[in-house]
Nanobody, 116 residues
């Protein structure tokens, strides 16, 4: 059974930092062709935040570029999102998604709240 478990969310102040983690189990993480972070704020649709496309590079939404950094550790089957210079509009549930051999898997999400 494939599981993606996010952690690291919480309450941060404007200008602060948080690091999110997404641990994958039950799947060959090294075979993931694409690993993403999305977020969903109340009343809004889920939106793309950041991506690692294996062997191609990293990609970011314009709203987070220069502030967020996505990375992965294959040995730990873990996807990370380092978030700096947080803004109130970054408040959302953050979810990880991985694509492995044609299958897409989502985590349940972790809440990030940025307080001014």
């Amino acid at each position: 059974q494939v599981q993606l478990v996010e952690s690291g969310g919480g309450l941060a102040q404007v200008g602060g930092s948080l690091t999110l983690s997404c641990v994958a189990s039950g799947v060959d993480f090294t075979s993931a062709s694409q690993m993403d972070w999305y977020r969903q704020a109340p009343g809004n649709q889920r939106s793309f935040v950041a991506r690692i496309a294996r062997n191609l590079g990293t990609y970011y939404a314009p709203s987070v570029k220069g502030r967020f950094t996505v990375s992965a550790d294959d040995a730990k089957s873990t996807l990370y999102l380092q978030m700096n210079s947080l803004k109130p509009e970054d408040t959302a549930v953050y979810l990880c998604k991985i694509d492995v051999k044609g299958n897409t898997y989502w985590g349940q999400g972790t809440q990030v709240t940025v307080s001014s």
